[in-house]
């Protein structure tokens, strides 16, 4: 028998005696306690030997915890500097699931095992919501459970903006209140599912009214939906959307999890690459719709500056709070650097916030032949994409006070304006729609994407591109207004549908003209 035979075998026989199985992460609660009884042993060196069915090489090694890893070489084997307290040793490689030992054990093998073949549909969803002391995410997470409850991912499916857009309904509930998708497009309304309810049951009719989700699809794109995909599909991105483009698995038997850390060794957990890679958002965040571009962010961050910089959606959309350092507190989880643990919030701090420190806007006022001149830069270099991105509907408006000396508003000589899409408080005032702007058959805009000519007219900002305006004001400007304001959809559709919370103000700065 050859010296890996020989360990495997007794590896084999050291898993049918039980070793203990680490746990500390995902529903399942086995806590595990590190051996302690770590044996006198003078190296400063372990090795060690990964199996499967046959020596495995390239696969990633781990203290757990720590950041000291290696690879496995051709023949399997690897070597760790010591760790200093009791550690496990972990290991991982994309196709199986990720097996830890205690750092003390003889022989250090360990054997990992193949994921299922086969995605198994019959499976349920493990519930997003803490209770009834269930093996679920909430009860064991709860802090990722948190900034998810706060994000809309969680309201993907059941948000009111979107099920008053879906049904024509207000914010009170009242019927026939504006734009109707269900109105315009009956026969396109199942279309929403593959993105916003990811995990709505093929049940005949009711698959095709996202109203009908319940249980665990109400949830909207939720942890056990995200962390059971495998990989993405072979569909063109923007054309495939959401579910009909990420490969899940799940196991006819147990648990399955893909993650992006590579040492969870409870034995239903995968590692991923892909968990850090834009391409895991893109069949959702990048959708053609009825014909038109509605979704487009995937896109422009292949384009932006960002992505040359090596920046992925994660990098500035889950970056660390470091505020947690473990996982499932009290649960078996173990203390982790802040650093290495993802947001689930999907903004830094809020999306106000992210945006606000995404964009720049700055003024150079002159007095040239009998006016106020007023040079305008907008800039949004902070963003991985367009800006604004996501939703068709959002847009910025630049929007330009002139004041004399005691304050009162005066008419721009030259220079451009608002139109009337932006809604009457705000049509004809000096300043600038960054938007993507669509206009139905009859000439209207704006217009909702389920009735629109395909083509969008697009001022949004882009990365890396500054916006320069001119403006020019009487002689006796005083001070200059600079507002940028933040709508998630047109004013228009607002009112109707009695919104209170359409705008927000990201920049509001007055610039003195120097005398
Ligand atoms: C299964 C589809 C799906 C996947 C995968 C997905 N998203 Fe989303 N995402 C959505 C949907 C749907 C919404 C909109 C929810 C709503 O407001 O109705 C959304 C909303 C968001 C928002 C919030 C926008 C806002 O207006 O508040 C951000 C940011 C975001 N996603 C980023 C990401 C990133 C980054 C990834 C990849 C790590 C990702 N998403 C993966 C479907 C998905
Ligand atoms: C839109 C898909 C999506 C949803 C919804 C989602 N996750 Fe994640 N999760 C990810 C991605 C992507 C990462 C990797 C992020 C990174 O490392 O940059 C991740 C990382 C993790 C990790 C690894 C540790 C960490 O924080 O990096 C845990 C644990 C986790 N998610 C648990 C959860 C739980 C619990 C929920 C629900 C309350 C949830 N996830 C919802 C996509 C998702
Ligand atoms: C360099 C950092 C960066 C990268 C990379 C990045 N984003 Fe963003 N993203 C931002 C900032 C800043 C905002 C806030 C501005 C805003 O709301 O438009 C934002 C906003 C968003 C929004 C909300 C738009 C809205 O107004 O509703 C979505 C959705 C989004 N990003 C998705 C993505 C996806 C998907 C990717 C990867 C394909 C990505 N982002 C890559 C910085 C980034
Ligand atoms: C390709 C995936 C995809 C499809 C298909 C899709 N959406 Fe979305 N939807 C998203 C994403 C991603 C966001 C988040 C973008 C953002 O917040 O800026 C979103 C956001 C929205 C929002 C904004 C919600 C809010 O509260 O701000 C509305 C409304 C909406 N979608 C309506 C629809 C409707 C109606 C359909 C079906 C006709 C649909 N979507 C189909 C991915 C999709």
């Excluded at 990098?315 to 993802?342: S, V």
Aim: charged share 25%; proline share 7%.
């Amino acid at each position: 028998m050859s010296r890996t035979h020989a360990v495997a075998l007794g590896l084999v026989v050291a898993a049918l005696v039980g070793l203990p199985l680490a746990a500390w992460l995902f529903p399942v609660h086995r806590p595990e306690t590190p051996s302690s009884t770590a044996r006198k042993d003078n190296s400063t060196e372990l090795t060690g030997t990964v199996v499967s069915e046959e020596p495995l090489t390239g696969t990633s090694v781990r203290i757990k915890g720590t950041p000291v890893a290696t690879q496995t070489d051709s023949a399997g084997h690897f070597h760790l500097p010591r760790p200093s307290a009791a550690s496990r040793i972990t290991a991982a490689k994309e196709g199986y699931f990720i097996a830890g030992t205690a750092a003390d054990a003889r022989p250090l093998s360990l054997t990992l095992t193949r994921l299922p073949d086969i995605d198994n549909e019959m499976n349920k969803w493990v519930d997003p919501v803490a209770g009834g002391g269930l093996p679920n995410w909430g009860n064991c997470t709860q802090e990722i459970y948190a900034e998810w409850s706060a994000s809309a991912h969680a309201r993907s499916a059941t948000g009111k903006h979107l099920i008053n857009l879906y049904d024509g309904s207000d914010w009170d509930g009242k019927p026939n209140a504006g734009w109707s998708l269900l109105r315009d497009h009956p026969n396109g309304a199942g279309v929403c599912n593959a993105c916003h309810v990811p995990t709505m049951p093929f049940d005949g009719e009711a698959y095709f009214d996202l109203r009908n989700a319940k249980g665990v699809a109400a949830q909207g794109v939720h942890c056990d939906y995200c962390h059971k995909v495998q990989g993405v599909g072979d569909g063109k991105v923007g054309q495939s959307h959401g579910r009909f483009n990420l490969r899940l698995l799940r196991p006819a038997h147990g648990q399955l999890f893909f993650g992006p850390l590579d040492d969870v060794d409870r034995g239903e957990d995968a590692f991923s690459p892909l968990y850090r890679e834009s391409r895991y958002c893109a069949s959702c965040h990048e959708g053609t719709v009825f014909g038109v571009p509605v979704y487009t962010t995937y896109s422009e961050w292949q384009a932006s500056p960002a992505r040359r910089a090596g920046k992925q959606c994660q990098t500035c959309h889950m970056a660390p709070t470091g505020r947690m350092t473990n996982l499932a507190p009290n649960r078996g989880g173990i203390e982790r650097d802040p650093k290495t643990l993802a947001n689930h919030r999907f903004f830094a701090k809020s999306q106000e916030e992210m945006l606000r420190e995404a964009v720049s806007l700055s003024a150079v006022l002159r007095r040239d032949q009998g006016a106020v001149r007023a040079e305008v830069e907008v800039r949004a270099d902070g963003a991985g994409h367009r800006l604004p991105t996501g939703f068709i509907d959002r847009h910025l408006l630049l929007v330009v006070d002139a004041l004399d000396a005691d304050g009162k508003s005066l008419p721009l000589k030259k220079g451009p304006v608002l139109s009337s899409v932006v809604g009457p408080a705000l049509a004809g005032r000096p300043g600038k729609l960054y938007a993507k702007l669509l206009t139905d058959f009859d000439g209207h805009s704006p217009a909702p994407f389920w009735r629109a000519d395909p083509e969008p007219t697009d001022t949004r900002l882009t990365p890396g591109q500054p916006d320069r305006l001119t403006f020019d004001f009487p002689e006796r400007t005083a001070r200059l207004g600079l507002r940028l304001l933040y709508r998630r959809f047109w004013q228009q559709v607002a009112d109707e549908k009695h919104w209170p919370d359409n705008e927000s103000v990201v920049v509001d700065r007055v610039v003195r003209v120097e005398r």
